[in-house]
């Protein structure tokens, strides 16, 4: 027999709603401003009473989402401003496994690093329950040394592959060779502070920090293709500010987009893979430089006109031109942003897949497509995977202020 709601309830659930709406309204306003905001800012801005705004904000400071500001001296008559600002007590634990590397980092919801650890490591073919462990205890370590005033929300680990982001599960990674790997079954989630734990693919974590420049505030750019560049390729395409993961958070997997089908066999198991020609390793191959190889010995190789490294280069350029085409073809996305290896080289590249985008992409006559760069973080997947936990909260506010 079904149960009827007790007198109310359905009005109370409504309130709670229109409670939770509120707070995000108020929340987003002061984080998405530029500049510090006070209360009479933000009731203009979102057409909230003052006094709704004044109690919202009061909330919002006292679960430590807000900060205030030493108020202003208005000139003339009238009270003072309070400016408000992004609390600096609440942050995110951001973890990222990738083939070179492991990282740890604490990021604040104004976009701070706290505090951080990465540890250069040769992962490729690692164990997963190993590596895992031994990004537990990186966690664990950071954990100890920070402010005990922090409080922290969440946290994110970024990995480079296909990610069932429900379920938590690494369905595979060809690049460390990972495959079916159940991620809280392995990692000691009370090296975490048993923080609950968001999984997701690094490139679709790094793309979220060219979508917002800190937690909350949009960067300059809302449609575009984000491109890894590790020691494979991964990719995420950004549309409205928003990652669009797909159904199951598998999309963007731009790395494994057939170049050429009779081109040199991937670990993924296809052939003539774009990572095959722009992955990190294969632009260093090609060269003829050893796999540790720093880009930047590429870079000068090529200003200096050794032949393979120039071979290497337009070989990268070119897959990079005729998968990302294909790309923005099917999006109507004009822009492609560069990260990781290939924003090292970007300056060289740039040219060149430019000129290829230009050819290829149907709309390039009314809309030129362009190539820009990420800015410079060595562990974007973790910084993103930090953003993603803040953004959660800025989402539903009312689930931290009530806690
Ligand atoms: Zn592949």
Redesign the pocket.
């Known amino acids: 027999m079904a149960r009827t709601p007790p007198p109310g309830a359905a009005a109370a659930a409504r309130q709670a709603t229109i409670r939770d709406t509120n707070l995000r309204l108020v929340l987003s306003t002061v984080l998405g401003s530029a500049e510090p905001v006070s209360r009479a800012g933000v009731a203009g801005a979102t057409a909230l009473t003052r006094s709704t705004v004044s109690r919202l904000t009061d909330e919002l400071v006292g679960a430590g989402l807000v900060d205030e500001l030493e108020p202003l001296r208005a000139p003339g008559r009238g009270r003072p401003g309070t400016p408000l600002v992004a609390g600096r007590g609440v942050a995110a634990l951001g973890l990222q496994v990738n083939p070179g590397f492991s990282a740890a980092r604490v990021v604040d919801l104004q976009g701070r690093i706290v505090e951080e650890h990465l540890v250069t490591e040769d992962l490729v073919g690692s164990d997963p329950g190993e590596a895992l462990r031994r990004i537990g205890e990186l966690a664990r370590r950071l954990r100890r040394g920070l402010p005990p005033t922090l409080r922290l929300v969440g946290a994110g680990l970024a990995l480079p592959g296909v990610v069932s982001v429900e379920d938590a599960v690494l369905l595979s990674a060809?690049n460390l060779g990972w495959s079916e790997v159940d991620v809280p079954a392995l990692l000691d989630l009370r090296a975490l502070g048993n923080l609950p734990l968001r999984v997701a693919n690094e490139a679709d974590l790094a793309a979220r920090t060219v979508a917002e420049v800190v937690p909350g505030r949009s960067g300059p750019l809302s449609d575009f293709v984000y491109v890894s560049g590790e020691v494979?390729i991964g990719g995420a395409a950004v549309i409205g500010g928003r990652v669009f993961a797909g159904r199951h958070g598998w999309a963007g997997?731009i790395?494994?987009v057939?170049v050429d089908p009779r081109g040199p066999a991937?670990?993924?198991?296809?052939?003539g893979?774009?990572?095959?020609y722009a992955g990190r390793r294969a632009m260093l191959r090609t060269a003829g430089l050893p796999a540790g190889a720093p880009m930047a010995l590429l870079a000068q190789r090529v200003r200096s006109g050794d032949a393979a490294a120039r071979t290497s280069l337009d070989a990268a350029a070119r897959a990079l031109g005729v998968a990302l085409s294909s790309v923005l073809n099917v999006l109507d996305i004009s822009t492609v942003v560069l990260g990781g290896h290939l924003a090292e080289t970007a300056e060289l590249i740039r040219p060149s897949l430019e000129q290829h985008l230009h050819e290829r992409v149907i709309s390039a006559l009314w809309l030129r497509p362009a190539v820009e760069v990420a800015g410079q973080d060595d562990a974007p997947g973790a910084t993103g995977a930090a953003f993603a936990v803040l953004d959660a909260v800025i989402d539903h506010p009312a689930g931290w202020v009530d806690r």
Request: aromatic share 0%; net charge negative.
């Open positions: 060809p494979g997997e790395g494994h057939a991937c670990p993924c198991g296809s052939t893979c774009l990572e095959q």
